[in-house]
């Protein structure tokens, strides 16, 4: 199937005018606030919406219905990534973490009233949200089977007993995604289910701001605490005890979204990198005509270049309906360490300038770290990675294996029919069964691989 990946010129003309309006709107109050979305508070998050929404910039990931763009996977990653260049251009556009995903997650899978009440405000900027699945040891992390939370049948709902840390954006969200286990025991892989629980509910309280290396994420990281939190069954998000299956709903974009969005940071690093390099005076020559510096350079595009290739075509995965988790999980792998390469690289060119506040390479460094953590550590993915190729390996060459056996049988059966009857035919139609039997029993095998493969690797972001 040949693979088309180029942009609409509607498209185009969007990211564009994102570029132009993080330029000229945004960079300005991330400078003014050192990069720190919480320092400019409510006030500041107001500002910048407002100002997205007036230049007709949006929420370009939601439906129109729901006064988005709806771009799908594929055009968002040109708008994301040129929101990307500054650290509140998500904030700006209502596509930062860890709202956006959880405004997919809603679309995908909330009732109609689940939508009206929950998906419209967070869609428009007047709520925020957050979505809590990790837990402090030895509860669900990298491994999201060991979810320790749990939630009880009562009349009419649910009573949700648990402990939740590094939940993104809970202080002030009008409402939390919470994953709860209703059925099975830690360890198992199923039996869990998404709550959507009100702020008001006076069984959830944020116990605590977690102080954290980076620090542009509104709302910081929280430790949330559900004691004896109980929700209607209308709480319900999609089905009980279908969580995991709904958290690949949220996590593979998820994943693609992130990688966007520190690829415009990478992208601006590189810039600071570039101009500093065409000015900077040593040695009798520019740092831009030294060759070590320029080996630097060139690994930089190198990286920004493979990074984006790698999240546009899992993004196409996506888009063509595919699960995409080999694909996403090398995006998501590749991308989170290119782009603190990129940010360090720079860094490394400006010297002690790098090191200052007089740029923001040190903020950004910060930033971009915890990316190798979150949605999935870097070692999951590449242990995931690895142990589909093993896999796709065994089966080709069982496949390979099946085929020569059927082939020998065929062409055995075909020389004794054809020198009973003289007909020919019996040779090719047992050449095309065992080849569709191959072919369906790899199919089938690599789609059950792949559900347990999606269920490994947690990380809701
Ligand atoms: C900045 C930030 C924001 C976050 N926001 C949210 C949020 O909004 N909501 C939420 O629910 N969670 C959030 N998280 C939590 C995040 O999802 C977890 O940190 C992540 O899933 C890893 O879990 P863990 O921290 O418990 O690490 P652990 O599960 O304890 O893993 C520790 C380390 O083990 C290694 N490892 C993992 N798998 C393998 C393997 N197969 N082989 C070898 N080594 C391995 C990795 O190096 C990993 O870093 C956030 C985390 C950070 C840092």
Redo the contacts with the bound molecule.
């Keep these: 199937m040949p693979v088309d990946l180029s942009h609409d010129p509607r498209v185009t003309e969007l990211a564009e005018r994102t570029a132009r309006f993080v330029r000229e709107v945004v960079v300005p109050e991330e400078e003014r606030h050192d990069g720190v979305a919480a320092a400019g508070g409510e006030a500041l998050r107001t500002r910048l919406q407002a100002a997205a929404k007036q230049a007709g910039l949006f929420a370009p990931h939601v439906s129109p219905e729901y006064g988005g763009h709806g771009l799908d996977m594929r055009d968002r990653t040109t708008v994301f990534e040129e929101a990307g260049w500054s650290l509140f251009g998500p904030l700006a556009l209502n596509i930062a ?2 709202d956006e995903g959880n405004m997919h997650l809603l679309e995908a899978v909330a009732s109609a009233a689940q939508k009206e009440r929950y998906l419209r405000p967070l869609a428009q900027g007047e709520v925020r949200s ?6 402090p ?1 030895p ?6 089977a060991a979810l320790t939370t749990r939630a009880t049948r009562v009349t009419g709902g649910w009573r949700i007993d648990g402990r ?7 202080d002030g969200a009008g409402f939390t995604i919470c ?1 709860a286990r209703t059925s099975g025991e830690p360890g198992d892989r199923g039996g869990a289910t998404m709550f959507l629980v009100d702020a008001a509910n006076p069984g959830t309280k944020v116990v605590r701001h977690i102080s ?3 620090e542009s ?1 509104y709302g910081g ?1 929280c430790e949330v605490v559900f004691d004896d939190c109980v929700v209607p069954d209308e709480a319900v998000l999609g089905e009980v005890d279908k969580g995991y299956e709904y958290a690949q709903v949220r996590l593979g974009p998820a994943r693609m979204t992130h990688c966007m969005r520190w690829l415009g940071i990478a992208r601006r690093a590189q810039q600071i990198a570039l101009t500093r390099a065409a000015s900077r005076e040593l040695f009798g020559s520019r740092l831009a005509d030294l060759g070590m510096a320029q080996g630097m350079i060139a690994d930089s595009e190198i990286d920004i270049a493979a990074a984006r290739a790698l999240t546009l075509q899992a993004c196409w995965e996506l888009d063509q309906g595919r699960s995409g988790a080999q694909s996403t999980a090398i995006a998501k792998a590749f991308t989170a360490e290119a782009v603190w390469r990129v940010v360090d690289r720079a860094l490394q060119i400006c010297g002690s300038l790098g090191v200052s506040g007089d740029v923001p390479l040190n903020r950004f460094l910060r930033e971009v770290r ?1 990316f ?9 993915h ?3 990675i690895a142990r589909r190729a093993i896999r796709r390996n065994e089966q080709s060459h069982g496949n390979d294996q099946a085929r020569g056996d059927e082939q020998a049988r065929g062409n055995e059966q075909a020389r004794g029919a054809e020198q009973a009857h003289g007909n020919a035919q019996t040779h090719g139609d047992q050449q095309v069964r065992g080849d569709q039997q191959a072919h369906g029993d790899q199919q089938a095998h690599g789609d059950q691989q792949i559900r347990r493969d999606q269920q ?6």
């Design positions: 973490a860890p957050c979505f809590a699945m990790t837990e040891a509860g669900a992390g990298s491994d999201p939740k840390w590094f939940i993104t954006g809970a994953m954290t290396l980076d994420l990281h915890p190798r953590i979150y949605d999935g550590p870097t070692e999951t590449r242990w995931a490994a690797h947690g990380d809701p972001r």
